[in-house]
């Protein structure tokens, strides 16, 4: 996997604006902020490509697999407001269209829907009030994520590519809300770079998992932070780490640096790492080629 994340399928973004060690299960106790869980996980039963994001100033790099077929547009999906967003002040259909909105940017990041068939919407309120409306098949059967439609904040300077250092924040919690159409395949989550957007350390904490798998191996397992367990997944350069919790979180605040600080801790972020960018959003891999809908209904970060 190189470090523009040519997409691989291995079990399981971009904001480009999207570890073959078993350890035994361990523990790790930061319960100081909680998630709202909902229901039961759904077993994994899809391989995944790893994905980068997008920022607002890049254009999207697309990382699937290598295929020799013309894009092929999937017939437009209809565009469903963000609950209490009857009025949108942004809506686009464009791949790598985005808004920017106070400290926010909300982006559509279609980054690599070149080879499937794909359409989809955004509309936005605020960037803690928007929905995607999403139609996407998997015939192919590779398990490729399609899309990232996402909300994110900055920290990579875009002009200079200056970036703060990781360890200079005390503090970094973030606030979530959001529901799923539960059809096809995809995961809910965050998607945290370092060192560059795309950089060499992507973390995702997915709070929402529907039959999908992350990338790499599972690594550990009964972690604790935020008032869930999760497990973490590693790839075997530790470029990409993802956690999955053992149920499904549809609201709640989250102890981001909790989860930094363990993986720097436990050697698998270098200590000297500097913060690029902070998403959540979905990845979508398939929504069964008929339009789902995803709402997301809050997100902040607090950085100091």
């Known amino acids: 996997m190189s470090r523009l994340r040519i997409a691989i399928v291995v079990g399981a973004a971009l904001a480009l604006v999207g570890v073959l060690v078993t350890t035994a299960a361990l523990s790790w106790h930061v319960d100081d902020v909680s998630a709202t869980p909902t229901g039961r996980p759904t077993p994994g039963t899809t391989s995944t490509s790893t994905t980068t994001s997008a920022p607002p100033t890049t254009t999207t790099t697309t990382t699937g697999p290598a295929a020799t077929t013309t894009t092929t547009k999937a017939p437009a ?66 398990g490729a994520v399609k899309t990232y439609p996402n909300v994110h904040k900055d920290y990579h300077d875009w002009d200079s590519g200056k970036e703060p250092p990781l360890r200079q924040y005390s503090k970094l919690t973030s606030t979530f809300a959001a529901t799923s159409p539960h059809t096809g395949v995809y995961n809910v989550g965050y998607d945290i770079w370092l060192n560059g957007v795309p950089g060499d350390r992507e973390i995702m904490i997915w709070t929402e998992n529907y039959r999908q798998s992350p990338a790499g191996e599972r690594v550990a397992g009964g972690l604790s932070f935020s008032g869930m367990t999760w497990d973490l997944y590693a790839t075997d350069d530790n470029e990409y780490l993802a956690f999955v919790p053992s149920r499904p979180l ?17 050697g698998r972020v ?34 100091r």
């Open 77 to 142: 999906a209809a565009a469903t407001p963000a609950a209490g967003c009857a009025d949108p002040a942004f809506s686009t259909s464009e791949g790598d269209d985005g808004w920017s909105v106070g400290d926010y940017y909300v982006q559509n990041n279609m980054w690599n829907v070149s080879n499937y068939t794909v359409s989809q919407k955004l509309v936005a309120c605020s960037a803690q009030n928007w929905s995607v409306t999403t139609t996407a098949d998997d015939d192919e059967g590779d």
């Open 250 to 266: 549809t609201k709640g605040t989250l102890d981001l640096k909790a989860f930094l600080d363990y993986l720097v801790g436990n």
């Open 270 to 303: 270098p200590a000297n790492s500097t913060l690029g960018q902070i998403c959540y959003g979905v990845e979508v891999v398939s929504t069964g080629g008929k339009p789902a809908t995803f709402r997301f209904t809050d997100f902040s970060v607090t950085d």
